[in-house]
């Protein structure tokens, strides 16, 4: 059976904190919800999260402080573990020739 491998995308990304800007971001207090409980995946206070907003009925991703938030060339913004992050993604540095070139 033929083999295949994905091809690489460059996309942009920064690890968030609540001072990071990000404009597709609004912090926790932007946000009609109390702010005092943990949460369950982080155990940090729920006033230290973001929100990314998909619009329209989608709910709004949470954004634990020191996750990724990802945009991808297609316009999505997503938000993303660090561990996962850092087991499948690695810096680019512009004009660094990716394995799978052509598309
Ligand atoms: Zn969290």
């Known amino acids: ?38 949460c369950q995946e982080c155990h940090q206070f729920d006033r230290l999260h973001g929100f990314i907003d998909h619009g329209g009925n989608t709910k709004p991703t949470r954004v634990c402080p020191g996750d990724y938030v990802v945009t991808h060339p297609n316009g999505g913004v997503y938000a993303c573990k660090p561990e996962d992050f850092e087991k499948t993604c690695v810096p680019y540095e512009e004009g660094t020739a990716l394995m799978a070139g052509k598309s």
Do not use: C, D, S
Not at 15 to 36: C, F, I, N, S, Y
């Open 1 to 38: 059976m033929p083999k295949y491998i994905l091809k690489p995308i460059v996309f942009e990304a920064v690890q968030w904190t609540p001072t990071t800007k990000h404009e597709a971001v609004t912090l926790h207090a932007m946000h009609r919800v109390a702010g005092g409980n943990i």
